[in-house]
Each structure stands twice: as structure tokens, then as C-alpha cells.
């Protein structure tokens, strides 16, 4: 596949941060035809110059699937989607059964995508199923926190979906060392949602955090498979993703396989992820939390290593073929730029160069035959820091 080829369908990608600049890129390099949907224009990422680019009014919700109808009558054979984020994957699962005759997008049935999306149900769901996962409580809005006192301490409390209200006050989890800071940390989040999980805490540090990104084609073929390491996450230890690295040869088996597993028992078809921590007191895997329907924030860091996941789930779904699904190439990490940096004004340490010396770490935003988003993030960032405050 290569630019000057023609009739391919479009590739929709809906979000416009660092993952959807990864997966424009994947695509775009190959000569997809790209269209990337954000309600920013000025976000520095929509400077690639791979695909065509589109403010609309939200990524998730009903003005999500007004505008895909409305989107729909530029094109003669159906899109690809790609979601980014949680609620707007949430909203096309909920709307799948409509969507599927207009676009194509490979999903289970909507109650499998919800489940995968709580944190708590996804927690029961691994029970059930005999993988290993920290002992949990759920906390619900108005209930009784029963149960705390029996978790072994520390442990962390988090949502148990992603919430944007949620987002703009608190962090995106928290570590606590006693039933009462849990206690006092959800008089105060169950202001503005539902319910959290209170999870016991896995010993390990940021670089024993592993995750397994596929591709799970619906007509059952084997999935397209990459297994990395995490180094750095912001904020430390509770955070994203910082910088990752490929995970290391000898565990990449039992990653995949776990992974495989859980999603083969669950009927999982389409884009997926899992995320694991190795915990030093019994030295075993634990299943932490998966990302279903979607590309993960650091999805491209298989990319780099040759295996184009983005790329797969496209000829896939579009019925076409490319030799550059699957390529030999050196090893290379991924970082991003802003959570590297504040990990480090933190005082944390990136072990990425001690455990895989010589590696080559690619800046997220920054590439040498597209370098622009990379140059508008630092004048962005510049702008920031030199504004004048306000009186």
C-alpha cells in the first residue's frame, strides 16, 4: 500500500491527542487516506501532515453521532473508525447496531464494551474467570463503606469509570495508606461521581507496570499482538504513561497469552489492551485494568517496533493488505515529553536507558519527516510559561 494507490476507504480518527496523532501517523505513512476529528483546532497535535483535519462540537454523546450521519455523505465507501478515548468508544458502542451500517468498526456486544469500561464490573468479571487481580472494594455514592478495614494497606482508590467532571478536580488515582484516608478521599470524590474501587496496592514501581497491545480481527483470526514495559508514568505511580519501552523477550509469552486469554473468555473482537503489574512479594502478574474498543495513549510504541496495529485493524476492516503490518526494525522506546518532564521535576527517575542501553526513545510529538506538532507543542508551552497573569 503506498500514497498513489486509490479507492481506499478513510480512516476517521476521533480525538486528536498524542494517541490519535499515533494512530494518524501509522496510517497516513502508508498511504491512508486519514480524516482527524477534534474540537480543538489549535491543539499542536492537528499539525501533522498526515490527513485531513475537522473541529467538531464533541467526541462523545449524541452530537458524536450527528455528526458521523452528517460525515457520512462525503464518502462513497464506509470509514474506518478509530475512537481514542473512553467516552466517545462508550457512545459508539451504545449506538453500534446504527453505526455498524455506515462506518465500519470492529466492537463485541455493548454489554461486554461497558463491562470492560467499569473498573469494578471488569474486576469481577476476572474473578470469575480465575486471573489474578488485587483484592478490591467498590465504593458506591450514599452507601456504607463497609469492608475497607479488611483491604490490606496501602492500597489505591480510583473511579470506577473515566469521568470528565472527576477529571478537572482530582488526579487520576490515588494511593492511601489506611481505611481513613480512603474513607476521607471518597467523602470528597463521591461529590461528583457514582462509585470508585478501592484496589490493594501491587509492590512494584512504575517500570514493573507491562501491557499487551492487539488487534482481534472479528472472523477469529489470531490477533496482532506487541508487549511493553512502562519506565516512567505522571504522576508517579498512580499516573499515565511516560516513557515505555518493548518488554523485555522472555515474558512476552505469558503476557500475550494472559491477554489472549482474558479476551478470547470475555468474546472481545477489535482493538484491546491489558495492562499488568508484577508484584515482588510473589513474584506474579496481576491483571490491573483493560483498554477495550480503542487504541491505547501510548498505542504507538508498537508501531515503532514494527508491528502497526492501527494498520492491521484497517486492512482488516477495509479488505486490503500491506506488508508493513509486521516489520523487522531496531528497538525503540516512547516518551512523552510533558509527563517525562514533570515526573522528573518530581524527583523521579527513569530507568528506560539502564534497562535496554542504547535504546532510541522517540519524543511522541516529534518525528524528522513531521516534526510540526512538535514545534507548535513547544511554542504552545512557551506562550504558557510567558503569559502575562492575570490581575
Not at 461486554?112 to 480465575?130: C, H, P, S, Y
Not at 496501602?154 to 480512603?182: C, L, M, N, Q, W
Not at 496496592?201 to 508487549?227: H, K, M, N, T, V
Not at 535504546?359 to 516529534?366: G, N, S, T, V
Request: charged share 25%; glycine share 8%.
Amino acid at each position: 500500500m503506498n500514497a498513489s494507490d486509490t479507492g481506499l476507504p478513510t480512516a476517521i480518527v476521533i480525538g486528536g491527542d498524542v494517541n490519535g496523532l499515533g494512530v494518524t501517523r501509522a496510517l497516513g505513512r502508508h498511504g491512508v487516506p486519514v480524516l482527524l476529528l477534534d474540537t480543538d483546532p489549535e491543539r499542536p497535535t492537528l499539525r501533522t501532515r498526515y490527513g485531513r483535519k475537522m473541529a467538531i462540537p464533541e467526541l462523545s454523546g449524541d452530537e458524536l453521532i450527528e455528526t458521523l450521519y452528517a460525515l457520512r455523505r462525503e464518502f462513497k465507501q464506509k470509514p474506518v473508525l478509530f475512537p481514542t478515548q473512553e467516552a466517545g468508544l462508550s457512545t459508539l458502542s451504545t449506538y453500534y447496531a446504527e453505526i455498524r451500517n455506515l462506518y465500519q468498526l470492529a466492537l463485541p456486544d455493548n454489554d461486554i464494551v461497558q463491562m470492560m469500561l467499569d473498573k469494578n464490573l471488569f474486576q469481577a468479571r476476572a474473578e470469575e474467570l480465575g486471573f489474578r487481580v488485587p483484592k478490591s472494594l467498590q465504593l458506591v455514592r450514599g452507601g456504607e463503606m463497609v469492608g475497607l478495614e479488611k483491604l490490606r494497606y496501602p492500597a489505591v482508590i480510583k473511579p470506577s469509570a473515566k469521568d470528565e467532571t472527576y477529571a478537572r478536580h482530582f488526579a487520576k488515582a490515588y494511593r492511601v495508606t489506611s481505611p481513613g484516608e480512603a474513607a476521607a478521599l471518597w467523602v470528597k470524590m463521591e461529590l461528583v461521581i457514582e462509585s470508585a474501587i478501592v484496589q490493594e496496592w501491587i509492590e512494584g514501581g512504575d517500570s514493573d507496570i507491562y501491557f499487551c497491545l492487539q488487534y482481534r480481527p472479528p472472523s477469529g483470526a489470531a490477533p496482532i499482538s506487541f508487549c511493553g514495559r512502562k519506565t516512567l508514568q505522571w504522576p508517579p505511580l498512580v499516573g499515565g504513561t511516560a516513557t515505555c519501552i518493548p518488554a523485555q523477550q522472555e515474558i512476552r509469552a505469558e503476557l500475550t497469552a494472559t491477554t489472549s486469554s482474558f479476551f478470547d473468555l470475555t468474546g472481545f473482537v477489535g482493538l484491546c489492551s491489558m495492562e499488568f503489574k508484577f508484584d515482588y512479594r510473589d513474584r506474579h502478574f496481576y491483571l490491573v485494568e483493560p483498554t477495550a474498543g480503542r487504541t491505547d495513549y501510548q498505542e504507538e510504541i508498537a508501531v515503532l517496533n514494527g508491528v502497526n496495529i492501527p494498520l492491521a485493524a484497517y486492512c482488516d476492516l477495509a479488505g486490503c493488505a500491506s506488508k508493513a503490518i509486521l516489520e523487522k526494525v531496531e528497538p525503540r522506546g516512547w516518551r512523552d515529553p510533558f509527563g517525562y518532564h514533570n515526573a522528573l521535576a518530581k524527583g523521579a527517575k527513569d530507568p528506560a536507558l539502564e534497562l535496554m542501553p542504547g535504546l532510541k526513545l522517540a519524543d511522541a510529538y516529534f518525528r524528522y519527516e513531521d516534526p510540526m506538532p512538535y514545534v507548535a507543542a513547544r511554542l504552545s508551552s512557551f506562550r504558557k510559561r510567558f503569559a502575562p497573569k492575570a490581575a
